[in-house]
């Protein structure tokens, strides 16, 4: 089933992509218990007054492709969730085991799109270990590869993400492991999983987990009840 995606101003999304990277940049400095910073220097001069928005606006990123082989859930979902990872990050491994499998019964329910995006924060094995999961996608086994990166809600250490290992994963898992290892180096699934990264850097998700529920950030491995609740309201503002 496909979807055509509602059209906004063009000047609209680098606006918003802006205020929401400033929202996700000023929580990871919160949660990162930075409160010693020093106080700002005086204005040497008048300022013009700004005042803020009392909540972030609403920007919606899901692309709603009925291909996208790291999505579940309806391109037609009322309710859209964004999930930048990393498979090097133990905070994405507890949430990918404790609260992923109840928003994928969302997804398998019709209320809620899931589209995943693999991020590199950590380094080579973490980029590595995207393309791997995205060639995974590709034979429609992205969910499974996922869960077997991050086991019982761990991550692996980085001689597990290496490709010869990525490959051995591959091959219990019963993938055609010659199509695997192709994809996983092809230009394609690079230029696919570098437009997951960028999305990620041009809203500031530079830490993982970040998510856009309803177009609205949240930042780190929050309980899950803290999504289910978001998720409900997100389907009650919607009339489902």
């Not at 609209?12 to 929202?23: G, H």
């Not at 930048?84 to 609260?99: G, H, I, L, R, V």
Request: with cysteine; charged share 20%; proline share 9%.
């Amino acid at each position: 089933m496909s979807s055509t995606p509602t059209r906004r101003a063009p000047w609209l999304v680098p606006v918003l992509i802006v205020v929401v990277a400033a929202v996700l940049v000023t929580v990871s400095v919160v949660l990162s218990g930075r409160e010693d910073a020093p106080e700002p220097a005086a204005s040497p001069g008048p300022v013009a007054d700004v005042v803020a928005p009392e909540e972030p606006p609403t920007i919606d990123l899901a692309r709603l492709e009925a291909e996208d082989p790291l999505a579940a859930g309806p391109v037609d979902a009322p309710v859209s969730l964004i999930v930048y990872s990393d498979y090097q990050c133990p905070f994405c491994a507890s949430w990918a085991a404790d609260t992923a499998p109840v928003m994928l019964e969302y997804a398998e329910a019709g209320d809620l799109r899931v589209e995943f995006r693999d991020i590199a924060v950590f380094g080579e094995e973490s980029h590595t270990a995207a393309l791997a999961a995205y060639a995974a996608g590709l034979q429609d086994r992205y969910l499974d590869f996922h869960s077997a990166l991050f086991p019982q809600g761990e991550k692996l250490p980085a001689r597990g993400l290496t490709e010869e290992a990525l490959v051995a994963k591959a091959g219990e898992l019963g993938l055609d492991v010659e199509r695997f290892t192709a994809d996983l180096r092809s230009p394609e699934v690079a230029e696919a999983v570098q437009r997951n990264i960028d999305e990620a850097a041009a809203i500031g998700a530079f830490s993982t987990p970040a998510f856009l529920l309803a177009g609205q950030p949240i930042l780190g491995a929050q309980p899950t009840e803290v999504f289910v609740t978001a998720v409900e309201q997100a389907l009650s503002e919607a009339g489902a």
